[in-house]
């Protein structure tokens, strides 16, 4: 059995970002394996929304820290050719005179007491930045210049690549079918290809967690839940020097970006459906679904009532009951360090979850604390429930 000084399970955005990470620590003997192929899993569906704006203050912390690292991510990366398909253009987030107001201006608050550039605007500025909206209900606007989104497949094969320029070794199309522990202590792993042996390891296994669960008998609550993306094309584009825009006054609070450079790429920021099992290949999406999404975009982009539908896709997360991740150790297994549950914001925050899981692993101190992320915050009852309820901003 040939013998590594950590294992990571799974390569998406979290695990290549782990990997990436325990190799800058200067850990020799990386290995990384993968059920299918580096960020072909739920990485690849993502939005590649980037902000800081949470209502909860740990998530602001990770985000501010994974923001700095997509802004320079080839200098990060010490890869001249890496590149994360940022395209910086700022993050609208309004809300009229309802429940969501409240939240709203507590969060943009406690962003700018975290030292957050977050500017108040009113509905004027805010129509110059984004002309193809209407604000005329907007009680209350945030407007956050270092923000944006990038491509999270992208990310995701950069810091693959850099972890292999580093000595990792990444096995693709790889399933991992026992963890291996003696006297509660990791040893190792049982894959499709046999056997590997270590005394640490890293589960990044998103919505294939509950595998984690069977192998070590404890319960990690964690569902999957498929959400539905849609591409309009409207009559007025929406341009990439256009901000993203999370409309908290409509009913399934939307998020939209620029995709393409002049379509429209929306969302609901609400529950979405859950599976009975981990499953990421693509869902059915009905007309009746597009067209309650597309009367509410109507509502916010009058142009784009007569918008016409270019793509769609789904995504899943890996949601926990709160929305927020398990970021740490299992108590009773040795040498097991988790990240999961990212609830669909994971990439994200996933420069600053590498690092911070890289270093439990090897037994450093973390950046910030993995506290109130543990999983045992579910049985004591300290749960990170963001303000704005579930499914939306956490």
Not at 5 to 21: C, K, L, T
Not at 55 to 74: C, G, I, K, Q
Not at 192 to 197: A, E, I
Not at 315 to 343: C, E, H, I, K, Q
Request: with cysteine; charged share 20%; glycine share 12%.
């Amino acid at each position: 059995m040939e013998h590594f000084d950590a294992i990571v399970i799974g390569a998406g955005v979290i695990g290549s970002s782990v990997a990436f990470h325990l190799a800058a620590l200067g850990v020799k003997k990386v290995l990384v394996v993968d059920r299918s192929m580096i960020g072909a899993g739920t990485t690849s569906q993502s939005s590649g929304i980037l902000r800081t704006h949470y209502s909860v203050p740990e998530n602001v912390d990770l985000a501010r820290r994974s923001w700095s690292v997509f802004e320079n991510f080839a200098e990060y990366l010490d890869d001249a050719e890496a590149s994360a398909g940022l395209v910086k253009c700022g993050y609208l987030i309004s809300s009229p005179e309802n429940d969501k107001l409240d939240p709203l201006r507590a969060s943009i608050a406690a962003q700018q007491a975290q030292g957050i550039e977050v500017r108040l605007l009113d509905q004027m500025q805010a129509s110059e930045l984004l002309p193809i909206a209407r604000f005329d209900d907007a009680a209350l606007i945030g407007y956050e210049p270092e923000a944006g989104f990038a491509d999270a497949y992208m990310v995701a094969t950069g810091f693959a690549k850099a972890a292999r320029r580093r000595g990792v070794v990444i096995k693709e199309g790889v399933t991992v079918t026992r963890l291996l522990i003696e006297a509660g202590k990791v040893v190792g792993i049982d894959t499709s290809v046999g056997s590997f042996g270590s005394n640490v390891v890293i589960s990044t296994q998103n919505i294939w967690t509950p595998e984690l669960a069977g192998w070590t008998g404890a319960s990690m609550p964690v569902k999957p839940e498929r959400h539905t993306v849609l591409s309009l094309e409207g009559p007025e584009p929406y341009t990439f020097a256009m901000p993203v825009f999370k409309d908290l006054g409509s009913p399934g609070m939307l998020y939209c970006r620029s995709y393409g450079g002049s379509q429209m790429l929306v969302s609901e920021g609400t529950v979405g459906e859950t599976l009975s099992s981990a499953d990421n290949e693509q869902g059915d999406i009905s007309l009746d679904y597009i067209s309650e999404v597309g009367a509410q975009v109507a509502e916010r982009f009058p142009s784009y009532e007569t918008a016409g539908l270019a793509s769609s896709w789904t995504g899943v997360y890996d949601v926990t009951p709160d929305w927020n991740p398990v970021l740490g150790r299992l108590p009773g297994v040795a040498g097991l360090v988790m990240g999961y549950g990212f609830s669909g914001h994971g990439f994200k925050l996933s420069p600053a979850i590498g690092k911070v899981l890289a270093q439990e692993a090897m037994g450093l101190s973390t950046d910030v604390s993995l506290k109130p992320y543990s999983i045992e915050r579910f049985a004591s009852g300290s749960l990170l429930v963001g303000k704005y309820g579930a499914g939306a901003v956490s």
